[in-house]
């Protein structure tokens, strides 16, 4: 809602991790820079409600800024013009594909985005052991060159397609990852087992791995299989995203 200035709740399940950020949380240095761009003379009290882990790996912050700043254009009455993607990117490397909301190859270190027509109706399950990888302590672990494109940026239409176009890439952050926390090779050895996976990652810079499934249901079956196994793992199941989900007034309230 509107506000005299930019102020920031958190609550949900995973809130408490975010208890030592303050300034420096993504939804807050979005919402200012945001604010900033456009010469706003009035603010907006921001609740952010936490349920993804935090230095999981899997663009939890990332999308949390994309929210905001979709939130705030609608609720403002501001433009997310090209230089305000400009400013996503300033914000964290995954921002602009949170921002863009669909399906996209991604260049650069994040800004730059081919997007895809659609994606199969595939399911996936991530598997996080609750155990925190700061993004930038694995970078500084890495050694030798990224990996750079050898392969077609085709468009699967169908699962098995999608499987194999993904065999051919890898996550270069994985020897790093593994070296700063050897116990992601149980999480990815866990999900690469599950019944009907057919691939396994690790997600970004960790510990959060993944694997795909046909479907959503097969996703689901095996996620239940996975919680019951490790009752304090941080697992949920879901389906790619297949199309964009655009932001509607209505949603934002006043």
Known sequence: MLGDAVSLAVDGPEAAALR??????????????????????????????K?????????????DAAA??????ALWRVPLDAAAMTLAAEIGADVPACLDGRPV???GIGERLDPLPSLP?????????????????????????????RFVRATPRHAIGLF???????????DAALSLMP???????????????????????????FALFADRAAAEQAANTLRAAEPKWWVQAGALLSAPAPLRRADVPA
């Open 121 to 149: 109706p595939v399911g996936i399950v991530l598997a996080n052991p609750r155990r925190e990888l700061p993004t930038a302590a694995v970078f500084r672990a890495r050694q030798g060159e990224f990996t750079t494109d």
């Open 20 to 49: 030592g950020v303050g300034e420096e949380n993504l939804v807050l240095r979005a919402a200012r820079a945001l604010a900033a761009h456009h010469g706003m003379a009035t603010g907006a009290a921001l609740r952010l409600t």
């Open 164 to 174: 194999g176009l993904l065999r051919q890439c890898r996550n270069d952050l994985t």
């Open 68 to 73: 905001a700043l979709r939130a705030l254009a």
């Open 105 to 107: 190859w991604v260049g």
């Open 51 to 63: 349920n993804l882990p935090v230095a999981s790996g899997i663009g939890g912050g990332s999308s």
């Open 183 to 209: 116990e992601i090779a149980t999480v990815l050895d866990r999900v690469a087992a599950l019944t009907g996976a057919y691939l396994s990652r690790m997600s970004g810079s960790g510990a959060t791995c």
